[in-house]
């Protein structure tokens, strides 16, 4: 039987990308308990300090640019947000009404309820626009990337985080690869097929991270499960997310 993966597989032998539409849990529901594909019950929003861990990486990166107007596109609870220096002039956007105004309380950013479109904000506004594990929830990437092209300053910093679909994981797993498991992952990329987006709306690559060591997730169980690939859901591992750093065209 064909596996969606291979599926994924295929269309990005073209470089394109793969859009699925199974049923979503509305915004406010995103941040109750929920189970991930091993069976564990998980609070979101009881793990902030690990998720203010694994996004540091991008904090650091706008805290070296001259300061301006960042927009964290998907602010969740604001973990990124508290992150970046109050010199900067820091936006979150969300759907959910609950994420906002947590992370209005946590991170004393400027906070908006809804998502970025062309008309968010004046053409050319902004200084950096992040969405870290944002794009695959959208059923429209394409109109995403070209709103934030549009908002962007030449030269301003664009940051994507995504599950990769041509990651080792995926491969070796198929359909127990535990990032298609999640229903609200409906647009799915590869590291080429992200970047490519990105370049077609006028962004320059800068640099391309696979975040996994010196991360929580770089554990000895992982290892060993990669191993056995014909046993349960794949673990998160090396390649599994990839974070693409880009520039606005000048």
Known sequence: MTSIIDCCLALYGARDYFVRYPARPAAEEYWDGKADPDGRVRDLASERDQRKADLAYIAEAVNARPSGRVVDVGCGLGELLEQIDDRHERIGIDPSEKAVEVAAAQSGAQT??????????PAGSCDAILAHHVIEHMDAPVEFVRSAAKALKPGGLFVVGTPN???AAA?????????LHDPTHVSLFTDESLMRLMRDCGFRILSVEYPFFGTRFATAEAWERMLRPEEGVSPAFWGSFVTVF???EQ
């Open 165 to 167: 679909f041509a990651s």
């Open 171 to 179: 491969r070796l797993f198929g359909d127990r690869y535990r990032l």
């Open 246 to 248: 880009a520039e606005k």
């Open 112 to 121: 908006l309820r809804g998502e970025l479109t062309g008309e968010t904000f």
